[in-house]
């Protein structure tokens, strides 16, 4: 049952109403996209997330499909604009 | 040097660190906030411990494939004005070739990878969330 930090930013931060949340994710293969379904359950306004957002676990971008681990840090990403 | 500054770009800066007596060609990229749309500044937010750690692979990926060139950059956060730098990239070859496929590269990467955000505030008091990939979702992205 892994533990997760999860990070939100810029529109995403305004849409869930929080910078980070702590969120468990049950089963020993459990992926980013659990963790984001999780966060839909428990967040009201993270319902209005895109279906596919860009991830980062880590502090690397992954696909929703990537696993997660105990104590991973999991980074909910808007269209990226630097430059 | 940070990488990530709340500090105006200092150009003078960014060249020393790339500069050599052995390096005969340097490109300066300055990306500028641009006047669009009655914007007045954007206002700048980033991911800072990813963005370091994503610059810091992209400045290598470079260094790598153009091994005698040296390049570094500095992105800003927080709200930049009308006109002044939100990012400064600078790279130093032996010859202008490599200085300037550096300098292309690494903002070129920067565009797809840097997890930076930028709000943007108009005249009128209002502001827009930037998406350059031009998809809508709730609030009012636009295309940029």
């Known amino acids: 049952m892994p533990n997760v930090t999860v990070r939100f930013f810029a529109r995403y931060a305004e849409l869930a109403g929080c910078d980070s949340t702590a969120v468990r994710v049950s089963g020993s293969a459990a992926t980013v996209a659990d963790v984001l379904a999780r966060v839909r359950e428990t967040i009201p306004g993270a319902r209005d997330l895109p279906p596919r957002p860009l991830a980062a676990v880590n502090l690397r971008q992954v696909k929703l499909d990537a696993r997660v681990n105990d104590g991973d840090e999991v980074a909910l990403l808007p269209p990226l604009a630097g430059g | ?144």
């Open chain 2, 1 to 144: 040097m940070t990488y990530l500054s709340r500090s105006p770009i200092s150009v003078d800066s960014l060249l020393a660190s790339v500069q050599s007596p052995a390096r005969g060609g340097t490109c300066v990229f300055l990306g500028t906030v641009r006047s669009d749309d009655d914007v007045t500044g954007i206002d700048y937010s980033a991911y800072d411990d990813m963005a370091t750690a994503e610059i810091e692979r992209i400045l290598g990926e470079a260094q790598e494939r153009w091994t005698n060139a040296r390049v570094t950059l500095q992105h800003r956060l927080g709200l930049v004005p009308l006109g002044e730098a939100s990012i400064g990239i600078v790279a130093a070859a032996p010859h202008r070739d490599e200085a300037f496929a550096a300098c292309r590269y690494v903002i070129e990467e920067v565009k797809q990878r840097l997890p930076v955000w930028k709000k943007e505030l108009h005249a009128d008091g209002t502001t827009t969330w930037v998406d350059p990939s031009g998809k809508q979702v709730a609030g009012g992205l636009r295309d940029r």
